[in-house]
């Protein structure tokens, strides 16, 4: 089965420095992977989505990944942590068919931002 | 502006109860789905359904029903609820597109004791 590894399950960064989320996919002819955020008691966010475009993906709040077919990975950068990125992201891997717009989660990383 | 809303956003059942989750949306989507959130695990697909009056069994679909009434609304529930199946549980919604963004409420916690 198609599937997304998120590599850690909880990430601690102090505020201002880069944050670094690894996720790895199993081999696909053409995945199409998203990273979603969660933060406390809330719903889950989109934050950015690779659909086979630029490998280089921008999304809101300051975030990109990266995807890099060699390595089977799509990994969610931030150049400075801010406070409110403290929440759990999740490495989401989409398909589309009969289901419609089908999406397998990985184990998700929690964050925490030291002030 | 509401998007997707589910009610009730917190519920303790005991063994054996039944109970359902209500969800709401009012962005005419055809699409939505039943999600529960265990730690570590992320979240794994209930049931979901493609339009009004269709549902069908997604990843973990046992000890739950679906019905799809109106396309707005799509109810979840427990006919005798088991202590496996405290988690939280999330609706989302998407448009009948290839676009793949799921709009989500904002979670129910259900405790089974």
């Known amino acids: ?115 | 502006n509401a998007g997707v809303t589910q009610t009730p956003k917190f519920r303790v059942l005991k063994t054996g109860q039944s109970m359902t989750l209500l969800c709401a949306q009012d962005m005419n989507h055809e699409y939505m789905y039943w999600y529960r959130q265990d730690p570590g695990m992320g979240l794994r697909l209930i049931h979901y359904s493609v339009g009004e009056g269709t549902t069908a069994k997604g990843e973990v679909p046992d000890g739950y029903n679906v019905s799809r009434l109106k396309k707005q609304n799509f109810l979840l529930g427990l006919e005798s609820a088991a202590p496996s199946q405290t988690s939280v549980y999330f609706c989302a919604s998407s448009l009948r597109t290839v676009t793949g963004e799921l709009f989500f409420g904002e979670g129910s916690r259900l405790t089974v004791l």
């Open chain 1, 1 to 115: 089965a198609q599937s997304v590894t998120q590599l850690d399950s909880h990430v601690s960064v102090s505020e201002g420095t880069p944050v670094l989320l690894r996720c790895n996919y199993s081999s696909s002819y053409s995945p199409s992977l998203f990273w979603y955020v969660q933060h406390p008691n809330k719903g889950l966010q989109l934050l950015l989505k690779y659909t086979s475009a630029a490998t280089l993906v921008k999304g809101i709040n300051g975030f990109e990944a990266e995807f890099k077919k060699s390595e089977t990975s799509f990994h969610l950068t931030k150049p400075s942590a801010h406070m409110s990125d403290a929440a759990e992201y999740f490495c989401v891997r989409h398909t589309y068919g009969a289901a419609g717009n089908k999406l397998t989660f990985g184990g998700g990383t929690r964050v925490l931002v030291k002030p």
